[in-house]
């Protein structure tokens, strides 16, 4: 068997794998040589947002919330979605499934690429075995990252029936007549609207009895607004009870897989030519050979690590999301190079909170802490909300704005906790409350940040403006205390 060594070895070359790879060498040396590192990768290079997931799901939805902004905006033609140009744009965004540029990069970064499936067989030790059959043992000498991503859940209830999952949705190659999506989260609510575009009559069955439901209320309120106009039909509150196929076949990503699906719902009989499942992901840590190094799954997703292996992504079992995943893939990859040179990589004291954009109609963006946990962690909070029409920037963006905005304070502290946007491009707004949140910027401070008008950026003065007057000026102000000019 081939032995190759190299100081960092990634199983897994997504958009967390390749940025592991990068940051851990990137000006590193060790023993008067560069670090080096590799990517084992057993399908594409750049994993699941850059084929199925993020940029394809993207340059569907796009081109649809064009065409809407010209069906409400005076003075320009209404556009019309053409499936088959659509389809074609979703194609050239994902290099028509082909990752040589994807390796191109790494060659030129100095990464390897070791292709085939990767499995732990002992300390810093992993057997890949090739499509082929042939297995390469490749070796770290420092450190090995876990970035395997995670696998959509399919309960046993719905396994027989081959259901579509978020792959296929993006890879549609087939636009079935009647498709029935089970699930109310954030892939459900945006593949539901593409795929209606496209053709399809959309129902949703949703368990819980709102839509985004780790969001604010009224933001899943909006989307479900912005859906049912769309006539597709949402079931609320709906449990699944059973699910039977007509000669299920396993066809081909996108394609239907099977003859008609017959769904009993709490509600009623659906019957319908595909079945989308979007009830969550788990974690890819199967047949990783995790008990060659005496861990479990549970360990790698709780942090129970030993010092030379890391965990990045969705394997690590935090939030599902790409920007999220390359952010904790930059901050082990700096902790490892700068161990390697005997360094300690300067890392902030917390755990930065996690921004989330919904594609929907109104878009929803949101971070930090909602009203209820913010409540539920004992705060004492103060709340603005105000209608994303406020700003005449997002005025002009179109000429019926729906939507609300809101953003959650500490009463005490002035800082702001949480925020969400709802309404038209507001994945655009949600930065700045990121930078704020991180920064432990004050209220009255912020307030001092000038918009640029007319932007949609002027909705922070109207938030800022609805928040009680006491909160223009610093808390040492009303008791009388000295205020520091810094």
Same mark, same amino acid.
């Given at each position: ?115 085939? @499936? ?257 409540? @539920? ?110």
């Amino acid at each position: 068997m081939e032995t190759v060594e190299y100081d960092v070895v990634v199983i897994g070359g997504g958009p967390a794998g390749e940025n592991a790879a990068q940051y851990a060498v990137e000006g590193a040396q060790v023993d008067g040589r560069p670090m080096t590192s590799a990517i084992i990768e057993r399908e594409l290079l750049g994993g699941e947002c850059s084929y199925w997931a993020c940029m394809p799901s993207k340059a569907l939805l796009r081109p649809i919330a064009v065409a809407d902004v010209t069906g409400d905006l005076q003075g320009v033609s209404t556009a019309h979605v053409a499936a088959k140009a659509l389809l074609e744009r979703r194609d050239y965004w994902v290099s028509h499934y082909d990752d040589s540029g994807q390796e191109t990069w790494a060659d030129g970064a100095g990464i390897g690429v070791v292709r085939g @499936d990767g499995r732990l067989v002992g300390e810093r030790t992993i057997r890949v075995t090739s499509t082929s059959g042939d297995d390469v043992e490749v070796r770290a000498r420092r450190a090995v990252v876990i970035a395997t991503g995670s696998a959509a859940l399919v309960p046993e209830m719905y396994a027989d029936a081959l259901p579509w999952d978020s792959r296929d949705a993006t890879g549609v190659v087939e636009v079935p007549d009647r498709l029935v999506v089970v699930g109310g989260g954030v892939v459900a609510c945006e593949a539901a609207i593409w795929m209606s575009a496209l053709g399809s009559e959309v129902t949703l069955v949703v368990r819980d009895r709102r839509l985004l439901g780790r969001t604010e209320p009224f933001a899943g309120e909006a989307v479900l607004a912005g859906l049912r106009e769309r006539g597709i039909t949402v079931h609320l509150g709906t449990e699944v009870s059973d699910v039977r196929r007509d000669a299920p076949e396993a066809t081909g990503i996108g394609k239907v897989h099977g003859g008609a699906v017959t769904l009993t719902t709490s509600a009623d009989e659906l019957v319908a030519d595909e079945l989308l499942l979007s009830i969550g992901r788990a974690p890819r840590l199967d047949d990783l050979g995790l008990s060659s190094v005496g861990l479990t799954a549970d360990d790698v997703t709780a942090g129970r690590l030993p010092e030379w292996l890391h965990a990045v992504g969705d394997a690590s079992g935090g939030p599902p999301l790409t920007h999220w995943g390359k952010h904790q893939a930059r901050v082990v990859g700096a902790r490892i190079a700068a161990a390697a040179s005997g360094e300690v990589a300067w890392e902030p004291d917390r755990e930065a909170p996690v921004p989330q954009v919904v594609f929907s109609d109104p878009e929803v963006a949101s971070v930090g802490m909602t009203e209820a946990e913010a409540r @539920d962690a004992g705060h004492d909070v103060v709340v603005s909300r105000v209608p994303t029409s406020a700003a005449a920037g997002t005025g002009l963006l179109r000429d019926t704005v729906v939507g609300e905005s809101q953003i959650v304070v500490d009463a005490t502290t002035r800082l702001l906790l949480g925020a969400t946007f709802v309404g038209v491009e507001a994945g655009e707004l949600v930065h700045a409350a990121t930078v704020a949140i991180v920064g432990d910027v004050p209220v009255h401070v912020l307030r001092h940040a000038v918009a640029s008008y007319p932007t949609a950026a002027e909705l922070w003065l109207r938030l800022l403006e609805d928040l009680p007057r006491s909160f223009r000026t610093p808390p040492a102000m009303e008791t009388g205390q000295p205020r520091s000019r810094r």
